[in-house]
Structure formats: structure tokens, C-alpha cells
């Protein structure tokens, strides 16, 4: 029994590539990579890379001009190298950076991790005191100590990498508090770990991703900032710096304003190496959990010809099946042929495959489908609501006999809401939270007709009660926070059906509720669509609601539609080995399982 | 009966103090006997889940008892806990967010023999063993959790949980994620490990036909309390209990037929019950 | 609504103290006679600076030091005076405040009028703009405000003669002339957080047109337009505030900088001549002052998110 395959949904899927190789295979990021690189090596042999000592004085050479002497990038206002000066600044840059990153990181991580795990009193404490740190003018401040006291650059640098530290706190505690939750780290839990393994090795492991990538900016940040500082003529005057050498060229102005190039550009390549890093880890360790961009699929879309050429190619295919096979109008809903896909690669990977479906008037019709079927991918490509990444190839959408599919955008959404509707699976997630359910019904009536404020709210309250909300007064005011789950997905029907419309499509519209509230909520669709004759096209995964509340089902898998047929006729004789499989799986009729006897011989079927 | 594996005595769990102390569980009393499965049936917020979550040590007990094999567990500390981490295992609802993404299969199912001491070559055998006892190819103990399916992610958190022989293992919706042809195989999986090794179930569910097919005595929770509990047979063939009765004629069953009659019987019981219903849409917030 | 206010504003006081209390902490550390030392010539005897010590209150622990200067602000509205040209603290602040609130008014200005559009454009038009924004934002990022601030001079003033290089005409002077001496100066802060605010909008603006209930508001006939304007936008501000806030900050500590570069003379330039001369009640007072401006924008950004955000009101 177990040794089964799984079933073909569930592919196994394969995508990994180590977070370095997908670094360096991005050119920016390994540019960005070898740069900082030879940074760090000219800090580290600065005195052997130089070509003279920073602090020699050929007088002669005050301010002379880049590659005319011995002087690569030309001389500094008192007739010193600015290229050995440069190479000789390196040094602090790098260590102010490093020393800036580091004291910002440990401080920020160590109590972010404390603070987000543990929460409680630490906490609240630790978010108080870095709250003040962050509103503390940290500059200002360390501009006061600075000409008080004398401060070497290393404690500048480690002052304002525990002014950076709130930063690093507020992130690495925000991504805790979202791991501590994880189911993970209870099963870690359950198995005994101690806490201090559990924060070092999943609650790090898992949050590692964004705090390299902010470590690769704070090292930019802390660059520029130990540059600004000697910028402005604090640090150690004696050492040559960027920002000493930046300062020198300033008061140079306006006898030779060239000098401020090289510095600048040491400067801002680094910082830009750091930023590029920053970037390229960012696509490289995010990338690896999240779907390529919208943008990427449009450019795919677009400029690559393989693709397009499929498109059209089945768009012929499909459209001649359409005119091949449907000469009667009379269904309310009739899909033929229907192809979507996602491009990918020059290749469109079909999701929804040469479905054709009806939908009558007065007619339910369950879609029922395993997760990846399809189902729902094929609703919204009725409803021309596909996400901007798909595509549908082929086939035909037609409402009441007219073609849906091709509409300008504000043609289709004269169609929506009106003639056709949509209720969705989670309640929840499809109410906006910053707006009280009153306004969000409100704005689907004023966007079908042009209906005035108060019909408007009229209308809604009416529909709220009708879907059975006790205080639609209440509701109406509410907050989609402020009103349960089973209530929400009552709202979401009010606002599907307000416009009376011919079509109705429902989302898995009662998965996300109660046993006994999912009743309710089915009853209630029911009595809806006999009382305004609605056809409603119905997708869920659940044999029962479909044996509940449907006249027709059509079944899919992957893609495609296996069977079709009254509810009676596919539940009692079904055809498909698939719709079989379904079906054996319900455990609706199997035996109770009947209580453990004394011998402890436990006894199944 | 045999003496109980696991008892709850009077359970009351209380999150938050103070004026927003909120209590959840109102004296919860259930046992499980060595090697039975018992099923817990409720609605989302009866206090099924923080039931589970008080056994495993992952919820406050303000008062009551969990005895253990007599011992009361219900205040051990972390040592006491990993002792018994030996005995008392867990599988999740949720098969994506219960493996930690950035640890390989590898990693996953040998914490739980590190962390009891077991010795690296010993635990590397043991981990090949599990794998196939979920079938699972013993190829997948380098790869990454979000490269398995949702059934497969399950197997693998199965596999932990029975990583150190455990007595009892609490199913926390364990199915409730998967697609239907998922959810039979993994049910199937479960009981026949029970039967292999005469392992212990809590088994939660909101389910009741999952519940009944795997549960040998299945309870009934309501707002925080038990209020049925019997032979899997009687409490979902013959409720006593109003609730269980509404629960039961809720349920939905891929029958056209048996729906039609069970419509009919809701009706009848939606009338008695009216004013009840009404009660609670308006205590809801 | 009210109770949140208060309770924010009591927030802010807290953090005012510990802020100042630390601050003074750090200044006045040294001990009475070093900080005497300090701002008197190099010709004080040990006695005439042990005088004058003792005659600011120096020699005093430090605690009751900070509590006195708590209790004159309080009740009587004053930071005490200039250890160096005896001048009321609150009047130098009054002073040098114009050009450092300009900055930061301007410079706000400049970031909401640039930064939300062109996130807005980036997020809902994509192509080109998407891809300038990315360029826009890795190259700003990666020049510092000093940077762009000496390039704008170089550009502007030096190379086109367009604006003056340095200098600072007040608003009662006229607009004009005003604009002209900021302008540079506040671009040079603000592009920093124009490309920073643009790509936080940008991605507040991607997420939110993923979310369900835009599909669902779509299904009843609500137009792109329309859920990108009124819902992506609306759930983007509070985000938005947030960040803003947070440039506040930047904004002040980039002045002080900038304050340099174009010979402006704003609180960062004092904040720098008085540390520098050892004049402690000044710093303080700048310190003290920022502090004050930076809990006020927090206070405002609260209250505006406690509008837009239903659920924050709750807690």
C-alpha cells in the first residue's frame, strides 16, 4: 500500500544551486566580488603596492597634473602622491568598514535573536533601549565625543557601528519572531534540543539569508561614513584616508577640482562594489526560494521568439477546434478548448490543456481536481483575471454566446460584477484590512452602475442581511478584523452576487471554515442561486461538497479534463481511472475502527 | 484495560495573565492506552490543537495534571523534557512550514538522535532505516525539504517523529494539508506503523472520516471541553451528544443520496438548535 | 484615538530623556575641571580654572548636574548659556535653525514629491522607468551625500554657474533667492532617500497588486486603475510613513555634512565649532533640540499611521 507512487501531482522537483555558483555566475555580482578583493589585498601590502611613501614632499610637484610626472594621478596640495596616498588609505577604509559591520552585527544579532526567541521581559527592554538609540542623532553625538575626547577612527567606527545596531536588531528580531512560530522549531522542541542549539542552529540557519545581505551594506555604509568623518577633518590627520584626501581636494576646489575624482572614485567604487554584492546575494539566496520576477516572465514573454511562435501556433490550432466543434449558444458559460500556460524558457507550460466545459443557466457544476489540476487557473482565465505572468494560448470563453476572451481590459470589467462574479476560497485575504467592509461593497456597486452613496449603502446592507449577517448595521462598519472568518466569507458573497449576476464562480468558497459553518455557507449558496437563477461554476477538492450542492461535475488532472457528467452518474459509475482513484480514496464508507481489545491485538477493517 | 500510556487530568490551559488571561482548555480529562489511537474531533478554537500542544510541552498548564506512565508531566523541565522526547513525538499539520527549509533531509531526521546522544555511525544507519520504513528513497537524505511534495514532506516528518522509537506520537491534523489520494496513503501509513510497533496516537482532526478511520476511541471538543467521547463506531454512527449530532450532519459524504438525507436532518436539528446558533454568530467577535 | 496619542506622546518624552541624560552623560564625563580646561586659553592657572568650574556647577555629580539642567528646561524654557560668548543656548539654536529646518523640510519635500511617484510608475508601468529606478537607486546608493553634494557643486555652481556654490539666504529674503542657496544642498541629501522611498514604494506596490482582495475587487468590476490607486497606495502609506521617519533621521545626520560642503550655517556646522571649542551647553543643546524634532516627525508618523492602519488603533 505504501510502496505506491505518489500521485502525478506531486513531482519531485529539483533546483538547487549552491547560493556562490549562482554569485558568480552573475557578472555584476563577480565584478563587485574581484574588486573588493583586490582592495583588500592593496590594504593589506600597501607599503609594497606604493609606488612612494604617502607622506613624501617633492615641492615642485604641488598640484601638478595626472600622468604628465612621476606622479600617476598627479600631486596633492603640499606636493604629495595622491595615487600612494590613495593605495595608503585603503587600509582604514576597509577596517573601518569591517570593524563598523562587525560591532554593528554582533550587537544587533545577539539581542535580536534574544529578544525575538525568548520575547517577554528582554524584549520589551531591549526594544526600548534600541529605540532610543535610534532616535538618538548619532553623528552629532559622536561629533561632540569626537572633540572631546580623542578618538582613534577603530573606536569611532565601533561607536557608530552600535549606533547602526538598531538596524540589525529590528531585523534579525522581526525574522525570529517569525521563525520562533514555525512549526520546525517546535518539532525541535519536541525532540529535546536545548534552546541555545535550537537559536543557533535553526533559528540562524533560516534567517542567515538577510543578514549577509545587510552586512554587505553596512560595510558600504560604514565606509562612507569613516570617509565623511575625516571628510569634515575628524580622525587622525597624520594618516593619510579617503576622506582626508577627499577633504585636501576640497580646499582645492577651485585651483584644481580634478583632485576630487580619485578619491571619489576609490570611494564610490567600493561602496558601489558593496551595494552590487549586496544586490547580487539578495537574488542569489532569495532567489533560490521565490519564483522569477514578473518582469523576467514579461521579457520572456515578449522578446523571445520560441515562445511566441507557440502561442500562435496553438492559438490556430485552438481557434479552429472551436469553430470545429460549437455551433449551438444556448449554455450560459461555454469554455472550449481553453489553453494557459506560463512561458518559461522559450517553452509554455501548459497548466490548463484544451479544457472545454458548460455551464447552464440555473445550473451548478462542481470542478473538482487535486491541487495543480488546473481549476482554478481555468476560472480566472474566464474571468480575465490570470496573473500578468500567464498566458492563455487558445480556446474560447463565451458568456451568454458572446467571446469574453480578447476584451479590452474595461470591457471585461463592465462584464465582471455584473453578468459574471466570483466568490474566493479564504475569506480573510480577500477583504482589503485597511478598509471597512461597508466601503469595499460600495465600491463593486459604484464600479457597475453609476449609483449614488447612499443606494449604494442601501444595497449593502440589504445584501448583508439577505446573506444572513445578524447586525449588517455592525457589520457594514467593521474592520475585516474585526468580524470572523465565517461572517467574512458571508461579506464576499454579498458582494459577489449584489450585481445579480447570470454567472457565478466559486473558489474552494467553504474550505477555509468549519464543518458546521461550511453547511451553512453551501445552503446559503444554494438557496442564492435558485433564487436569482445563477449558473454556478463551483471549484473545490471535495467530493462531498460537490455531492452536496452540484447537478453536473467535471473532473481534471493535470490539466485536463478526465471526465464529465451528472453527480449520480460519475459517483456511482465512474469511467476514468482517475475519477475511480478519487473516489476509492474517500473514506466516507470504510469502517469505524473498532476499539483496541484487551489483548492488544488492534483490529482494522 | 490496560494501564493508560498518557492521562490528562482536569487539564486548564491559560494563555496571557492578568486581565488578558484567556482561558482555553476548562478541565480537560482523556486517557490513551498503550498502542490505540485516540481521535480528536473539534472546530477551529474548541482547544484540539492546545490539547496536543499542552501533552508535547509547547503550552502554558495553569492547573490539572498530564501524567506520563504515572509521572506528571505537565511542568517538566528542559533535562525532564528531553528525556522524554525519547517517548513523545509529534507530526504537524502543516508538512511546509514543519521542516526547517535551510537543513537537508539528513540533517532533519539525525537532530533528534543527536540531541538524545546517539552516536554519529549508529544514528547514519538508523536514519537510511527510517527512510524506508515512510518509503522514502534513501537518495532524498541529501536534498532540501521544497524539493518533496506535500505528501512526501509528511513521510519526512513522520520519519523524524518515529526517529527515536516512540510510545506516543501526536498527529496535529497530519493529513489536513494533502490531496485527497495523499491523505489515504499517509492515513494507511500511519496504521500500519501502529501496527508494526504498537506505537500510540493522539490523533487530531476536523475531519470526521479521517478521524474514524484511523481512531479507535475518538473525543468530541467544544469550546474548551470534551463533550463526547466513546467507541469510534458509536460517536460517529450514533452521537449522544446535540453537538456531535450537528457536527455529524455537516459533515459532508460524496454521496448525493446520503446528503439529501443528512440536509434533512441538519434542518430538523438547525430548527431545535436556532436559537443556539444565533447565540454564538453573535458572541463571535 | 486620543489615548494613543497621549500614550505616544508619553513615549516621546522618555525618549528625550534617556536621550539627553546619555548624551550628557557622554559630554560632561570628563570631570569639571578637564571640561573648564578645555574651553578656557592656554594661560589659566590651575586655580582660575578650578574657579570656573566651580562656578558653572561642574565639580557636582553628574546626575544632579543633568537634573538641574532638566529643571531649567522645564520651568523655565532655557538650556543654559554659551560657556564662550555667554549667549542664551535657546537663542544660537534659534539662530542656526532655519537653515537646518529648510534643509530637512526641503529635502522631505523633494523626497515625497519624487520618490512615491516614480515607485508608483516603477511598480505598475515596469520597463524602462523600472529598470532606470534600479540604476537610479545602486548608483545613489553608492555615492555618498557628501559625494553627491560636492557633485552637484562641481556641476551646478562651479561648471554651469547656475546656482551659488555656498551660502544661505533666509526665507524673509524672498522665495527665490532661498530656493537657490537650498536647493543643491537638499538634492544632495534627499537623492539618497528619493531612490531608497522609490524602491520601498515600488515593492510595497508589487506585493500588494499580488494580493487576493485586488483580484477579488477586479472580480466585481473595479477597474486596475482603481484598486492600484485606492487600495495599493492606501496599504503602501503606512510602510511609507515608516520609512520616512527613518529618512528624518538620515536626513538630519547628512546635514551636518552637507552643512560643510556649501558653508551653510545650520546646527550641524555649530554643533561641529562648539565641540571643537568645548562649548558643551551648545552641543547639548543641539543634541536636545534634534532629539525634539526627530520625536515630533515619530509623533506625526504614529498618529498618521494609527489613521490609516485600523489595527494599530487597537493595540
Excluded at chain 1, 481536481?369 to 470563453?397: C, H, I, R, W, Y
Aim: charged residues 15%; contains cysteine; proline residues 5%.
Amino acid at each position: 500500500m505504501t510502496h505506491e507512487l505518489e500521485a502525478p501531482g506531486e513531482q519531485v522537483v529539483i533546483a538547487r544551486k549552491s547560493v556562490w555558483r549562482r554569485l558568480l555566475h552573475n557578472p555584476l555580482s563577480a565584478a563587485a566580488i574581484v574588486y573588493l578583493a583586490i582592495v583588500v589585498l592593496v590594504a593589506v601590502f600597501q607599503s609594497w603596492i606604493a609606488p612612494f611613501p604617502p607622506e613624501r614632499v617633492v615641492p615642485t610637484l604641488t598640484n601638478v597634473s595626472p600622468f604628465g610626472s612621476e606622479y600617476f594621478l598627479g600631486g596633492d596640495r603640499a606636493g604629495r602622491d595622491i595615487l600612494s596616498r590613495i593605495i595608503a588609505g585603503t587600509r582604514g577604509g576597509v577596517l573601518s568598514g569591517i570593524i563598523m559591520a562587525s560591532v554593528a552585527l554582533s550587537i544587533g544579532i545577539v539581542f535580536g535573536l534574544i529578544a525575538g526567541y525568548f520575547g517577554k521581559v528582554f524584549d520589551n527592554v531591549a526594544n526600548w533601549v534600541f529605540s532610543v538609540l535610534l532616535a538618538a542623532p548619532g553623528i552629532i553625538i559622536l561629533l561632540a565625543l569626537y572633540t572631546l575626547v580623542d578618538v582613534s577612527m577603530p573606536v569611532a567606527m565601533a561607536v557608530l557601528g552600535v549606533i547602526a545596531s538598531p538596524g540589525v536588531f529590528y531585523l534579525v528580531r522581526t525574522l525570529t519572531l517569525n521563525v520562533r512560530n514555525e512549526l520546525y522549531v517546535d518539532a525541535a522542541r519536541v525532540a529535546g534540543l536545548s534552546n541555545v542549539r535550537i537559536v543557533g542552529r535553526h533559528v540562524l540557519l533560516a534567517i542567515k539569508g538577510p543578514i549577509i545581505i545587510l552586512a554587505a551594506f553596512l560595510c558600504g555604509g560604514a565606509i562612507s561614513a569613516s570617509a565623511g568623518l575625516e571628510f569634515i577633518g575628524l580622525g587622525n590627520p597624520a594618516e593619510p584616508s579617503w576622506g582626508s584626501i577627499l577633504n585636501d581636494a576640497f580646499a582645492n576646489l577651485f585651483i584644481a577640482p580634478w583632485q576630487l575624482i580619485w578619491p571619489g572614485l576609490a570611494l564610490g567604487l567600493t561602496m558601489a562594489a558593496l551595494v552590487l554584492l549586496g544586490n547580487g546575494l539578495r537574488d542569489a539566496i532569495e532567489g533560490s526560494f521565490i519564483k522569477p520576477s514578473l518582469r523576467t516572465w514579461r521579457a520572456e514573454v515578449t522578446g523571445l521568439a520560441g515562445a511566441a511562435a507557440v502561442v500562435r501556433t496553438l492559438g490556430v490550432r485552438g481557434a479552429s477546434k472551436a469553430q470545429a466543434g460549437s455551433p449551438e449558444t444556448s449554455h450560459l458559460l461555454q469554455i472550449e478548448w481553453l489553453q494557459v500556460g506560463y512561458p518559461n524558457g522559450g517553452k509554455l507550460n501548459p497548466v490548463v490543456d484544451d479544457v472545454s466545459l458548460t455551464v447552464d443557466k440555473g445550473e451548478i457544476v462542481g470542478l473538482v481536481g487535486e491541487s495543480g489540476s488546473g481549476k482554478t487557473q481555468t476560472v480566472f482565465a474566464a474571468m480575465g483575471l490570470l496573473p500578468d505572468n500567464a498566458v492563455v494560448a487558445a480556446g474560447s470563453v463565451r458568456l451568454d454566446g458572446a467571446e469574453l476572451l480578447g476584451l479590452p481590459d474595461d470591457e471585461f470589467a463592465q462584464v465582471r460584477g455584473s453578468r459574471l462574479a466570483y466568490i474566493p476560497q479564504e475569506p480573510m485575504s480577500n477583504l482589503d484590512p485597511a478598509f471597512t467592509v461597508g466601503s469595499q461593497l460600495m465600491e463593486g456597486i459604484r464600479a457597475q452602475s453609476s449609483t449614488s452613496r447612499a443606494e449604494a449603502k442601501r444595497l449593502a446592507l440589504a445584501m448583508l442581511a439577505r446573506v444572513g449577517i445578524v447586525d449588517p448595521a455592525r457589520t457594514f462598519k467593521s474592520y475585516p478584523h474585526e468580524i470572523s472568518g465565517g461572517m467574512a466569507q458571508r461579506v464576499l458573497i454579498a458582494g459577489a452576487v449584489m450585481g445579480k449576476p447570470h454567472l457565478l464562480f466559486a473558489d474552494e468558497p467553504t474550505t477555509a471554515l468549519d464543518v458546521t459553518v461550511q453547511a451553512e455557507v453551501l445552503d446559503l449558496l444554494r438557496d442564492l442561486q435558485r433564487e436569482y437563477g445563477m449558473g454556478l461554476l463551483l471549484v473545490t477538492h471535495n467530493l462531498g461538497v460537490v455531492a452536496a450542492v452540484c447537478d453536473r461535475v467535471v473532473v481534471m488532472r493535470l490539466g485536463q479534463v478526465v471526465e464529465q457528467g451528472t453527480v449520480r452518474e460519475v459517483f456511482s459509475h465512474p469511467r476514468h481511472e482517475y475519477t475511480k482513484m478519487l473516489l476509492d480514496s474517500v473514506l466516507d464508507h470504510t469502517e469505524a475502527r473498532s476499539p483496541l481489545t484487551e489483548e492488544g491485538g488492534p483490529s482494522d477493517d | 484495560m490496560t494501564e493508560p500510556l498518557l492521562t490528562t487530568e482536569d487539564l486548564v490551559v491559560t494563555y496571557g495573565r492578568g486581565r488578558r488571561a484567556h482561558q482555553v482548555l476548562h478541565g480537560v480529562s482523556v486517557c490513551v492506552a498503550p498502542g490505540e489511537t485516540l481521535g480528536l474531533v473539534g472546530e477551529s478554537g474548541s482547544g484540539k490543537t492546545t490539547l496536543a500542544r499542552a501533552a508535547l510541552g509547547l503550552a502554558p498548564v495553569s492547573a490539572g495534571r498530564i501524567l506520563f506512565r504515572g509521572e506528571d508531566i505537565a511542568h517538566v523541565g528542559p533535562r525532564d523534557r528531553r528525556r522524554l522526547a525519547r517517548d513523545i513525538q509529534v507530526v504537524f499539520q502543516d508538512p511546509y512550514t514543519s521542516l526547517n527549509p535551510a537543513m537537508t533531509i539528513r540533517d532533519i531526521l539525525t537532530e533528534p538522535l543527536v540531541a538524545q546522544g546517539v552516536p554519529g555511525d549508529k544514528a547514519r544507519s538508523r536514519v537510511l532505516e527510517l527512510l524506508d520504513r515512510v518509503a522514502m528513497p534513501a537518495n532524498s537524505l541529501d536534498r532540501y525539504s521544497r524539493e518533496f511534495s506535500g505528501g512526501q514532506r509528511q513521510r519526512i516528518a513522520i520519519a523524524r517523529a518515529l526517529a527515536l522509537d516512540p510510545t506516543f506520537v501526536v498527529c496535529d491534523e497530519p493529513v489536513s494539508a494533502l490531496d485527497l489520494s495523499t491523505q489515504r496513503r499517509v492515513l494507511d501509513l500511519l496504521i500500519e506503523i501502529q501496527e508494526r510497533t504498537s506505537v500510540a496516537y493522539l490523533f487530531i482532526s476536523h475531519d470526521l472520516a479521517v478521524v474514524r478511520h484511523v481512531s479507535h476511541r475518538v473525543a468530541v471538543m467544544l469550546r474548551g471541553e470534551i463533550v463526547e467521547i466513546g467507541p469510534s463506531a458509536q460517536v460517529t454512527e450514533h452521537p449522544q451528544h446535540p453537538y456531535t449530532q450537528r457536527l455529524w450532519a455537516a459533515n459532508l459524504v460524496a454521496d448525493p443520496d446520503e446528503q439529501e438525507r443528512r440536509r434533512q436532518v441538519r434542518a430538523q436539528l438547525n430548527q431545535i438548535a436556532a436559537d443556539a446558533a444565533t447565540l454564538s454568530e453573535r458572541t463571535t467577535p | 484615538m486620543l489615548v494613543y496619542t497621549i500614550r505616544k506622546l508619553l513615549t516621546g518624552a522618555v525618549v528625550f530623556v534617556s536621550v539627553t541624560a546619555l548624551t550628557f552623560f557622554l559630554l560632561f564625563a570628563r570631570g569639571g575641571y578637564e571640561i573648564a580646561r578645555s574651553f578656557l586659553s592656554d594661560t589659566a592657572t590651575p586655580e582660575q580654572i578650578n574657579a570656573r568650574a566651580e562656578q558653572l556647577g561642574l565639580l557636582r555629580p553628574i546626575p544632579a548636574q543633568y537634573w538641574d539642567w532638566l529643571v531649567e528646561l522645564v520651568t523655565g524654557a532655557s538650556l543654559g548659556r554659551s560657556y564662550l560668548t555667554n549667549a542664551p543656548v535657546v537663542d544660537v539654536l534659534m539662530n542656526r535653525s532655519p537653515v537646518t529646518i529648510s534643509l530637512l523640510v526641503v529635502s522631505l519635500v523633494l523626497t515625497i514629491a519624487m520618490g512615491i511617484p516614480l515607485g508608483v510608475v516603477a511598480a505598475t508601468r515596469g520597463g524602462l522607468v523600472d529598470r532606470g529606478l534600479q540604476i537610479f537607486s545602486v548608483t545613489v546608493q553608492a555615492i555618498p551625500n557628501y559625494g553627491l553634494g560636492l557633485i552637484l557643486v562641481l556641476v551646478f555652481a562651479l561648471g554651469l554657474h547656475l546656482l551659488p556654490a555656498t551660502g544661505f539666504v533666509p526665507l524673509s529674503r524672498g522665495f527665490g533667492p532661498w530656493l537657490a542657496t537650498i536647493i543643491l544642498p537638499s538634492l544632495a541629501i534627499a537623492l539618497g532617500s528619493i531612490a531608497f522611498v522609490g524602491a520601498q514604494i515600488r515593492g510595497a506596490m508589487l506585493d500588494l497588486m499580488r494580493q487576493d482582495f485586488v483580484r477579488t475587487l477586479r472580480s466585481r468590476g473595479v477597474s486596475r486603475r482603481s484598486t492600484v490607486f485606492k487600495h495599493a497606495l492606501r496599504s503602501a502609506a503606512p510602510p511609507t510613513l515608516t520609512i520616512l521617519s527613518l529618512q528624518v533621521i538620515q536626513i538630519v545626520g547628512g546635514s551636518v555634512i552637507v552643512e560643510r560642503i556649501y558653508a551653510l550655517p545650520g546646527l550641524g556646522s555649530i554643533a561641529l565649532s562648539a565641540g571643537n571649542s568645548g562649548d558643551l551647553p551648545v552641543v547639548l543643546g543641539v543634541v536636545a533640540w534634534i532629539v525634539v524634532i526627530i520625536v515630533a516627525v515619530n509623533l506625526i508618523v504614529d498618529v498618521l499611521n494609527g489613521f490609516l492602519n485600523p489595527k494599530a488603533r487597537v493595540r
